[in-house]
């Protein structure tokens, strides 16, 4: 089957095909990113906390910082994959919804429906707190709390897209 631009995928097995390939780039691309641009920072801060803690023993870090890179490469590629897999699910729900648009036209709304759905609205309700914000002992709490609103945002978008 060959896919141009303008034929939508309809059949499963291509499209999911393409959306975990999709998503296996993109996560290699932003796990890439990390490793070039946000990786150094941290290790300056870690350098410059080690100066500024200069008593005498060192601790050994549990995992090296090569293998950091290394699982931050690999984890960014498996999100990719699994978020690949979710938009192939809501392209599939939504090509039957939005009968008669086009590929492109289905894949925007998919996309900004998920946007939506699993950024947007969970940070505008409860947005992320670094771990030394806040009280320490309702951390968890918070956290759980940001993750079921995040997987009712994500039900409900799919019962939409189904419905």
Do not use: C
């Amino acid at each position: 089957m060959r896919v141009t631009w303008d034929s939508p995928v309809t059949s499963r097995r291509p499209l999911l095909k393409y959306a975990l390939t999709a998503g296996f780039a993109a996560g290699l691309i932003v796990g890439g990113f990390h490793n070039l641009l946000s990786v150094p920072v941290i290790e300056e801060a870690i350098a410059f906390k080690e100066a500024q803690a200069a008593v005498g023993h060192e601790e050994e870090p549990l995992v090296s910082l090569g293998a950091q890179r290394v699982g931050l490469l690999l984890g960014q590629a498996i999100f990719g994959v699994i978020i690949g897999a979710v938009f192939a699910g809501l392209y599939a729900l939504a090509l039957k919804a939005l009968r008669g648009r086009g590929p492109r036209v289905v894949a925007a709304v998919t996309g900004l429906a998920g946007f939506w759905a699993v950024a947007l609205l969970p940070a505008l309700k409860y947005s992320p707190n670094p771990p030394g914000v806040g009280e320490t002992e309702t951390l968890r709490f918070r956290q759980g709390f940001q993750q079921l609103f995040l997987v009712a945002s994500f039900a409900a978008l799919a019962a939409l897209l189904a419905v």
